[in-house]
């Protein structure tokens, strides 16, 4: 064995080790391969648990969210002229006009330059994703880390909206069965959502499965941004691991991209 297949099989050892760790020992290593920053679209169709799994990951990953609902959701609630136009179409089930939607998450973004965010529910249609891609192209950013897509049957959906409640005071979000309010004062003052009715739900279902490809090849063709898929029927605490193995996966590819000067690497993530 001469020098240079000495150093390949050292090189190739050490990648195996390291490799062999990150997985037996994923507490461990996760602190080493941790990002700065990310930048995560979380998407999903409703009730999915994109605003449940949001609260969860913001503590862990150093960011803020971004949440087009909730966005929205101030706007109608403050009685503006575009505020009750905005309350009328979320009632209905429908999307909010782009030209409302796209600006607001613009300067959004453009206030967390240097920090990480999870943006939930945006991009939502073709035209957000085309917008947002350009957007990525002329802003470094702007670049999200990775698309995790959050996975339900629209029978699970429909399901879990119905038991869904949220608390006005905090706005928190329970459920009558998997997560209920934790005192009765709690859930005495709990609502229910306008839009959750069950013929709203499947509206916006039908809107969900008709749009998402569109915005997700939007993204895609930007280039380097994986799009990970999660079974999000599970319970919260295996939705919760699943995105924690997930968001492991692409540290470590991260990682050996930064040190083999291989980009394609997390591209295959
Ligand atoms: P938005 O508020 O974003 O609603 P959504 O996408 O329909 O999603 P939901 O908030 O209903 O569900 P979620 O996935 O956050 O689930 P959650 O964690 O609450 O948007 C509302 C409207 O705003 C849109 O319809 C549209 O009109 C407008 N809008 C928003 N963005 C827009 C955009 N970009 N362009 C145009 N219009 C836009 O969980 C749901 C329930 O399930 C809870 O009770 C929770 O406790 C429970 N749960 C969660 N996870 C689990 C689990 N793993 N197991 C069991 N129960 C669970």
């Given at each position: ?10 090189f190739?050892?050490a ?16 602190k080493?391969f941790r ?5 995560i679209?979380l998407?999903g169709?409703?009730?999915?648990g ?7 990951l913001?503590?862990?990953?150093n960011a803020?969210v971004?949440?087009?609902g909730?966005?929205l959701r101030?706007?109608?609630?403050s ?5 009750v136009?905005i309350r009328e179409?979320m009632?209905?089930g ?7 939607v796209i ?7 453009e ?13 939502r ?10 957007m990525?192209?002329e ?9 995790l897509?959050?996975?339900v ?7 879990r909206?119905?038991?869904?409640r ?8 329970y ?6 309010p934790?005192t009765q004062?709690?859930?005495?003052r ?5 839009d ?6 499947r509206?916006r279902?039908?809107?969900?499965h ?5 915005w997700?090849?939007a993204?895609?063709?930007v ?16 939705v919760?691991?699943a ?9 470590f590819l ?8 291989c ?5 295959a993530?």
């Open positions: 064995m001469n020098f240079l297949h000495f150093c390949v099989a050292l190739v050892a990648l195996a080790i390291i490799f062999g760790l990150a997985f037996m020992q994923p507490t461990v290593l996760a080493f990002q700065k920053t990310y930048k679209i998407a169709p409703p009730a999915s994109k605003g449940t799994m949001g609260e969860v913001v503590k862990e990953l803020t971004i949440g087009t909730n966005i101030a706007e109608a609630a009685g503006s002229e575009v505020g136009k179409v009632a209905a429908g999307l909010v006009s782009d030209d409302l600006p607001a998450v613009v300067s959004q973004l206030a967390r330059k240097e920090g990480g965010w999870i943006l939930d529910g945006f991009p249609s073709a035209a957000q994703g085309e917008a947002f891609a350009k990525i192209k802003n470094d950013f702007a670049r999200p880390s990775l698309i897509l959050l996975e049957d629209d029978e699970v959906a429909v399901d909206i119905s038991g869904r949220i608390d006005p005071v905090t706005d928190k979000v459920h009558v069965k998997t997560n209920p934790p004062e709690i859930a005495d709990c609502i229910t959502r306008e959750d009715t069950e013929d709203r739900v509206e279902l039908r809107i969900y008709e749009n998402t490809p569109k997700v090849h993204i895609e063709a280039g380097g941004i994986p799009v990970i898929r999660v079974d999000a029927a599970q319970p919260v605490a295996a919760k691991a995105i924690d193995a997930e968001i492991r996966r692409y540290d991260t990682f050996l991209s930064k040190i083999t000067n980009g394609s690497l997390v591209k993530c």
